[in-house]
């Protein structure tokens, strides 16, 4: 009888003395329990989505409640062949946005962050509130093209790395004064963008209790979300409710090339960009069509498949 295997998406933001420690110590478990999937540590906490099977992931759980105290693990479908290999590593920032001086965290998390919402209370927010009611997109924006809050505003930005100088941009001014939801996928990401943005001048900021996750398993697709979630495993995406079957989902995905509905992502072809592009599988059947759409990749790959 084959063993049933999950995914577990998790994170938690306390200060770690010996980060690479951690590290060594989450190696030598996960390796323990045969799980794969990628970790990071830093002395702001650890960030981390692994797989295996149901009984390892439970081992695991409960060593790192052990550890860290209590911890909130997310659910969802997959397993360790979902990744390539296990991956635990030391980083400066669990995540990326290049505010390493300027995040702050103590035992109960990051300081001066945007106010959990759940679920529920998203939705009363915008019962209550109506359309001053904004939800910010705290993904990369290739992300959202799959899948986002109804009326979101997505930030033009390929890495969180970009999320400082867009909000120091101006153009998200006239939205300081707003209710804004930001939200991302499991709500780690939101957690530091929530707080960046309360330090330049937005003064009412919330963010989603476990991120679009939790919303989705809430509500699936009867709620305000919109699409399919995209995901940083095999599975490139994963649908909420009866997926993409359901009577109310909503496709935002469209291939790149013909326009036909998908949320495939292929890698463009040209290795001077690599751009994560919405291809349909079967204009992604045709070598010629593997790239993002731009003329100079177009031209790069004619030139090779000639």
């Not at 001053?132 to 997109?137: H, L, M, N, P």
């Not at 390929?158 to 006239?174: N, P, R, V």
């Not at 004064?177 to 900021?205: H, Q, W």
Request: net charge negative; charged share 30%.
């Amino acid at each position: 009888m084959q063993q049933l295997s999950k995914i577990l998406l998790y994170y938690k933001f306390l200060p770690i003395a010996d980060p690479k420690a951690v590290m060594l110590w989450q190696r030598e478990l996960c390796e323990r329990h045969g799980l794969r999937g990628r970790i990071l540590i830093s002395e702001h906490g650890i960030n981390g989505t692994v797989g295996g099977d149901i009984n390892s992931c439970k081992a695991y759980i409960k060593a790192c409640r052990e550890y860290f105290g209590k911890m909130e693990f997310k659910w969802s479908e997959g397993g360790a062949e979902d990744f390539p290999r296990l991956s635990v590593k030391v980083r400066d920032e669990i995540v990326a946005f290049g505010a390493l001086g300027e995040l702050k965290v103590n035992e109960h998390g990051v300081m001066d962050g945007g106010v959990h919402l759940k679920p529920e209370q998203v939705n009363q927010l915008v019962e209550e509130r109506g359309d001053d009611v904004v939800f910010f997109d705290g993904r990369n924006a290739m992300e959202a093209q799959i899948g986002k809050f109804k009326n979101a505003i997505v930030p033009d930005v390929e890495t969180t790395h970009d999320f400082i100088k867009e909000l120091e941009s101006g153009k998200y001014d006239d939205l300081k004064d707003k209710p804004v939801i930001s939200y991302c996928t499991g709500g780690i990401r939101c957690e530091i963008l929530s707080a960046l943005m309360k330090n330049r001048g937005f003064k009412e900021v919330y963010q989603i209790d476990g991120g679009i996750v939790r919303y989705g398993e809430k509500f699936g697709n009867k709620g305000l979300w919109e699409g399919s979630l995209y995901v940083f495993d095999r599975r490139m995406h994963m649908e909420f409710g009866e997926g993409t079957e359901d009577p109310d989902y909503v496709q935002l995905g469209h291939c790149v090339h013909c326009g036909a509905e998908t949320n495939n992502f292929v890698n463009c072809t040209n290795l001077a960009c690599r751009k994560q592009t919405l291809v349909c599988e079967e204009c992604a059947k045709v070598p010629e069509n593997r790239h993002c759409g731009d003329a100079d990749c177009l031209q790069v790959v004619m030139s090779t498949a000639s």
